[in-house]
């Protein structure tokens, strides 16, 4: 995804909360996503967020938008070894999404 | 639901031959795309139909690259000849158009191996 970036990797300790960044240059997009991609599978709606929402709770899940800075974030809390995957960032835009290149978290003992 | 069924699921072939890629759309969707990913690239949008019609076909690398899809239920991808530098997880995904959300469920993927 041209327009979607994050950084490639996180290494967090289990128990710890993890913060996933995603910032992206167009904001006409309704809907913000992210999709967790376990190994030897395939992609898998997380979360979402409508664009004019600052923040969404989910369980271990926090999403916060700042639309300004064009910024999104996840954050997972009480990260456990199964939440270990690399998880991508979308945005809506004509009916397909654009991702960006994944990151993918560790979680280490 | 079965969900996006894809098939084969791995699949290794030589240079030069032809690559069938096939995918199943969760029934009731009526918008269909066909993802590559790699390492080196991550994950490209190849093509993506709208009620069986191409959309935008903009992603496909050349014209080794065909897509096709003849009904609601169906969807092909081609590579004809494949080359090593094809090798990679192809992806099809498939969504209900026109819905708030956009959501797309994803298939387990094609591993293809050119050698």
């Known amino acids: 995804g041209e327009d979607v970036e994050q950084s490639l990797f996180l290494s967090v300790r289990e128990g710890d909360s993890s913060v996933i960044n995603c910032t992206y240059t167009?904001?006409?997009?309704?809907?913000l996503y992210w999709y967790k991609q376990e190994p030897g599978a395939g992609l898998q709606l997380l979360t979402y967020?409508?664009?004019?929402?600052d923040m969404k709770q989910d369980q271990r899940l926090t999403v916060l938008l700042n639309k300004k800075d064009k910024h999104l974030s996840l954050r997972i809390a009480d990260t456990q070894t199964g939440d270990s995957a690399i998880y991508f960032c979308?945005?809506?835009?004509?009916?397909?999404?654009?991702f960006g290149a994944g990151t993918r978290l560790a979680v280490h003992p | 639901d079965a969900g996006v069924i894809q098939s084969p699921r791995h699949e290794v072939t030589e240079m030069g031959q032809e690559v069938t890629l096939r995918c199943k759309p969760i029934?009731?969707?009526?918008?269909l795309f066909w993802y590559r990913q790699t390492m080196m690239r991550g994950l490209e949008l190849l093509i993506y139909?709208?009620?069986?019609?191409?959309?935008?076909d903009s992603g496909m690398p050349e014209d080794r690259f065909s897509a096709k899809m003849p009904n609601a239920s169906f969807s092909t991808l081609k590579i004809q000849p494949s080359e090593p530098r094809d090798s990679a997880v192809y992806f099809c995904?498939?969504?209900?158009?026109?819905?708030?959300?956009?959501?797309?469920?994803f298939g387990p993927g094609t591993r293809l191996t050119v050698t």
């Open positions: 167009d904001s006409s997009s309704t809907y």
């Open positions: 967020i409508f664009s004019n929402m």
């Open positions: 139909f709208n009620n069986n019609v191409p959309i935008d």
């Open positions: 995904a498939s969504s209900l158009a026109g819905t708030a959300e956009e959501e797309q469920y």
């Open positions: 979308a945005r809506g835009g004509y009916n397909k999404l654009i």
């Open positions: 029934s009731g969707h009526n918008s």
